[in-house]
């Protein structure tokens, strides 16, 4: 997977429930998985998130 390339859109998230991401169509949900370890790009800092 190409690591300059979006997943995805944040929809909605909390610090206790995690993240919700609608997926790009060029995005295959079968490589996605519990635990994954992902970059979000804010406007100004990027957060990991397990």
Known sequence: MNLDHPLGVVIQGSLTQGLEIRLNP???VEEMRVGKFV????????FSVC
């Not at 970059?39 to 990027?46: N, S």
């Open 39 to 46: 970059v979000v790009q804010g406007r100004d800092r990027a």
């Open 26 to 28: 060029d995005v295959s």
